[in-house]
């Protein structure tokens, strides 16, 4: 084979295609020492074990604090319902946001394998203040005594937001890297491996879903019985089996090398089209301005298309900068570059369309809560807690993974031709009919509620109704298939669209549509009460269910659902794919 130095040397000069294909990877993944690797002992699923036990146990650990947060701060911080659901909301909020944070950091500068492992440092010291805030007596506030709670001091305060706020950091590191960094294992240009790829992603939700069972069953249990300081020390230790599952795994593993900032890509090119306002457009694409490699580090050359022919101008060679040869990134960029912001911008509906799906999303822990909480919870001796329901979500999920992955592929494959079974935009486009069906099972649920109330005279009685809890798992479980077709054809579409050296960027961009999801949930029941209680009326949701028209507000919502997915697939139709060479 000859020596490192010469198989680098090889790949620069062109490695003859055949060979390439046969023995190297061809999207420019290296080892962790930045030598090229060879398909045969790196990468592919044998290196997936790692990162999927890598997510499933940082998912236990994430959801072993979140599920049960809010107790733990009424409870034990004597902190009053509604400071606990701002501090909550706050938290989560930032959780989703931080991955901006680690996706720039991840693409720009330190690729996505040391920004897992630093944030992941971060996110254990994170768990570990948390867990010691708990446990320590001198950090959290004294048990009340009748009806008197003392609340915590500002030092307890701030050791507990310290180490929450940790975690929201290092969770904003490891989220937009995890998913991408186990895609970046498959080779884009194999097609054996590139059809695995597509799978990987189901197991990598299904390995969150696992971590999250866990958490909110066990764990939620181990915090309310056993106290908060295993509660939280639990998960604290889960985190720790993470990083060293993670690291565990080097060897094998193949990098993509990091390619600058790509928020100063952006900015160059609509900057130097602005420059460039006045020039005008060569007939012949071909002269436009190109390198002969990517001048993007770890990036292939995209192909020029012929939509948004504007920031083609960024790319045009004056004959000023001919003559000196003096080439400013801020007024003359490649091709390349110009299609990155490109592909942003097509991509940009389609991520759109994903809010509204978050909204729905987002009821099962709100409005299917507060419904469960009208309907009879006892089953048998047994008293259901109306969240719990949401593990049938999750039960739903580890269900439908390995029924799509191993049944409705290979049937799909058989009549679309594809190699995945759908297209990205396909499987997603299924998500958001199936939650449409899902919202109008939730409403079904209520109609049939509501008239058992007004039968039995119950209907201005804050009581609940003679309706068994279970008739809710339907919507339970199609909220699940719908998060199977529409979250995991969120996670490959955002990496396989995406420019190679924004992936991490694209990725916390599909994660922002969560938390704007509970923004726009938050923005709609805040309409929703303001018109309907005008004129002193009850409103859809009062405070006493059975007097309102909750099957209302799920009808508005399946109506939103509704329009949003036919927008979706006219934008789905006109998107072109990203061509990658």
């Not at 080097?250 to 900015?267: A, E, K, V």
Request: include cysteine; glycine fraction near 8%.
């Amino acid at each position: 084979m000859g020596s490192q130095e010469e198989e680098r040397l090889l790949l620069e000069d062109g490695l003859p295609e055949k060979k390439q294909n046969g023995l190297y990877t061809g999207d420019g993944s290296v080892d962790i020492n930045g030598n090229l690797v060879l398909k045969s002992n790196t990468g592919n699923w044998r290196a997936c074990p790692f990162i999927l036990g890598t997510e499933c146990c940082e998912r236990l650990a994430f959801y072993g604090i979140a599920t049960n947060l809010v107790s733990y701060l009424t409870n034990k911080m004597h902190e009053g319902n509604v400071s606990a659901a701002r501090s909550v909301t706050t938290w989560a909020g930032t959780c989703y946001l931080a991955p901006l944070i680690g996706a720039v950091v991840a693409d720009a500068y330190w690729g996505r394998y040391w920004t897992i492992a630093a944030f992941s440092t971060i996110y254990f010291f994170g768990m570990c203040t948390l867990t010691l805030s708990a446990t320590v007596p001198a950090l959290k506030p004294a048990e009340c005594v009748g009806s008197l709670c003392p609340t915590a001091t500002p030092a307890q305060y701030a050791v507990f937001f310290f180490g929450l706020y940790l975690i929201a950091l290092g969770t904003g590191g490891i989220k937009p890297c995890v998913s991408s960094f186990g895609a970046d294992q498959f080779d884009d240009t194999d097609p054996k491996e590139r059809m695995k790829k597509g799978s990987f992603f189901n197991w990598f939700y299904f390995s969150i879903n696992i971590g999250a069972l866990i958490s909110s069953s066990l764990l939620v249990w181990t915090q309310e019985n056993a106290g908060w300081g295993w509660g939280f020390g639990i998960p604290a230790l889960f985190m720790g089996i993470a990083i060293a599952s993670f690291f565990s795994g080097t060897p094998l593993y193949r990098f993509q090398r990091p390619g600058g900032s790509p928020i100063t890509r952006m900015c160059q090119v609509l900057v130097a089209s602005f420059r460039k306002w006045n020039i005008k457009l060569p007939e012949d694409d071909s002269v436009l301005y190109e390198t002969q490699t990517s001048a993007i580090e770890g990036s292939r050359k995209l192909e020029h298309t012929d939509e948004l022919k504007c920031l083609d101008k960024a790319a045009v060679l004056s004959d000023a900068e001919a003559k000196s040869g003096d080439y400013n990134s801020w007024r003359l960029c490649t091709v390349t570059q110009v299609e990155e912001l490109k592909i942003l911008i097509r991509m940009f509906p389609i991520w759109a369309t994903g809010i509204v799906f978050s909204a729905v999303y987002a009821q099962m822990s709100t409005m299917f809560v507060e419904q469960g909480m009208m309907m009879d919870t006892t089953v048998g001796s047994f008293t259901i807690p109306p969240a719990s329901l949401s593990t049938f979500d999750v039960i739903s999920v580890i269900f439908w993974v390995p029924v799509y992955d191993s049944v409705v592929v290979p049937i799909a494959r058989k009549f679309t031709g594809k190699e995945r079974g759908f297209s990205e935009l396909q499987r997603m486009g299924i998500g958001l009919f199936i939650s449409v069906i899902a919202m109008l099972a939730a409403a079904v649920v209520e109609i049939k509620r509501l008239q058992l109330a007004r039968e039995l005279g119950l209907a201005h009685q804050d009581v609940a109704v003679p309706l068994s809890i279970l008739w809710q798992i339907p919507q339970y479980f199609l909220i699940g298939a719908a998060e199977v077709c529409t979250f995991i054809g969120q996670l490959e579409f955002f990496y396989d669209q995406s420019p190679d050296a924004m992936r991490s960027l694209c990725s916390a961009l599909s994660l922002l549509t969560t938390a704007l999801g509970n923004y726009l949930s938050s923005l709609i029941l805040t309409l929703v009460t303001y018109f309907t209680t005008s004129g002193g009326k009850a409103g859809w949701i009062p405070d006493n269910l059975n007097e309102g028209h909750l099957d209302y507000y799920f009808w508005l919502l399946a109506g939103l659902s509704l329009s949003n997915m036919l927008v979706y697939v006219v934008c789905a139709k006109k998107y072109k794919h990203k061509r990658a060479t």
